[in-house]
């Protein structure tokens, strides 16, 4: 495997991106790892490395360069402590457009690296950045085949960008992998996903984990569920693998 960390320049100034791919048989399909609240963490780069063993172009940005922050550290699970409120601050910083401005930078990006694939693109996004993984597949339709949300949050708002509204924008599949219990994404949120999903016709699928909560997915999380998380990594490999790899 070859990791690295490049800074890769956007419209805005440089994103910090760790990329991870296999040493041979390149060039590698792109998967965009759109990172959590928390931000930028060794847990996060474990994750992208086990996408790339997979044999992806895997590329983790930070996103929260216009803010000059790369890593916050450990959080207290106190919400009205400091450094909770300041990852919020963070999160609310950024925006649908923002990020799929940095989505076109990573792609131009990419498109000069040898070993990443000219073919169709994944995105996944954890928590804040379901919606944004989602986006992408609208908005570079001609090359995101396949987005994943894992416990996405804002997956059902008022805005044109919604990702429930998603399924008339885009061709590419989406799988929306929801925690069954989630304050940040309750159950009437999931449905009205699925509803619209299923009226618009959208290749989709909206799969609930039993038993699980908002972060089931992430290792060193308190509320990490070993056969939930094997179950995401099936899901993702096999949505990949589908589109990715067979129309590479």
């Known amino acids: 495997m070859i990791d690295q960390q490049i800074e890769i320049p956007t419209k805005d100034g440089k994103t910090t991106t760790f990329i991870s791919h296999p040493e041979r048989g390149g060039p590698f399909p792109i998967i965009i790892f759109y990172m959590d609240a928390p931000a930028i963490r060794e847990e996060l780069r474990d994750m992208a490395r086990r996408l790339?063993?997979?044999?992806?172009?895997v590329m983790l940005p930070n996103m929260y360069y216009r803010k000059g922050v790369m890593e916050l550290g450990p959080l207290p699970a106190d919400p009205e402590s400091p450094e909770?409120?300041?990852?919020?601050?963070?999160?609310?910083?950024l925006s649908i457009p923002l990020v799929m401005e940095d989505t076109k930078a990573l792609l131009d990006f990419a498109a000069t690296q040898a070993a990443a694939s000219k073919g169709p693109v994944g995105t996944v996004g954890y928590c804040m950045s379901g919606q944004y993984a989602?986006?992408?597949?609208?908005?570079f339709p001609d090359r995101v085949k396949a987005a994943a949300s894992i416990y996405g949050v804002a997956l059902a708002t008022d805005k044109p960008d919604s990702p429930h509204l998603a399924g008339t924008k885009t061709k590419a599949e989406l799988y929306f992998g929801c925690?069954?219990?989630d304050v940040y994404a309750p159950m009437e949120t999931i449905e009205k996903v699925k509803q619209s999903m299923k009226a618009d016709g959208a290749n989709a699928e909206v799969e609930i984990y039993?038993?699980?909560h908002h972060g089931f997915a992430?290792?060193?999380?308190?509320?990490?569920?070993?056969d939930a998380a094997e179950r995401h990594w099936e899901r993702l490999l096999a949505l990949y693998r589908r589109n990715l790899v067979s129309a590479a």
């Open 52 to 57: 790339a063993t997979s044999g992806y172009y």
């Open 84 to 93: 909770r409120k300041r990852m919020f601050e963070l999160m609310h910083s």
């Open 134 to 139: 989602v986006n992408a597949a609208t908005h």
């Open 179 to 181: 925690a069954e219990t």
């Open 210 to 212: 039993p038993g699980t």
């Open 218 to 226: 992430f290792p060193k999380r308190p509320v990490y569920h070993r």
